[in-house]
């Protein structure tokens, strides 16, 4: 079923069975007016020396904190199939993208936009390859080009409970440019932003910047949908700066609004 279909169907089922915020439970539209409000803070950037992704590291954009609401929207769409939220993400994850870009000097046109590989055993319990799914969207959304250039070669353990460094450790050589066609689509120099569902630590991104680095690219930052707040990280010389300037996007050259399409309700 393609992704368009699956979002289809999701909204029948909210039509037939009644919709909910998927963020706080209330009665409703998909995401009602004060947990939108709560997307609005962003976009976020993190700059961070050691011990995250490591000296000269990119900067980290994200739409919005994780908590209160970004960080259910993404558990609901990746981990329970709620696909009509890919649009609220797209949307955080372009705020992001965009921002990294701007930051850049750069055009969205002449940036490709790459996603961070997932696991092949979960993308198959998910039935969606959640985060190649959300780079497409941003990519017809800002005007960027999608690049899937990066695939798994080994998966990474669970990472739950590991301080930064055990994370860094468990990520390093678990990714490599893809066979068919990859370094043709991924030119010496290319400008390149990485995209992600969610920043931790950074370690997963920080393989990911590795390999693209390695392979020649020119990368300009990282984008997430959503960003933790970690005060471990922040202990070991992580830096956030809250950006709250609306970013506008090149497919429609508006403000970016979560009210423009839920009813407003």
Known sequence: MTEWMMELADAGLDLLLGSRCAACGRPGVVLCRRCRAELEAGPLVRRAPPPGPGPGAPPVWSGAPYRPVAGRLVIAYKDRGAWTLRRPLTELAARAALAAVGASGRQPEEVLLVPVPADPGRARERGIDHTASLARAVARWTGMRYRPVLVRSRSAPDQVGLDSGRRRSAQTGTMTLGRRGARRALPPGAAVVVLDDVVTTGATMAEAVRVLRRAGA???????????????????????????QPVRTRSTGKVSSFGAWHGGQ
């Open 218 to 244: 020119d990368v300009l930052g990282c984008a997430t949908a959503a960003q933790t707040s970690l005060r471990a990280s922040r202990k070991r010389g992580w830096t956030e700066i809250g950006q709250t």
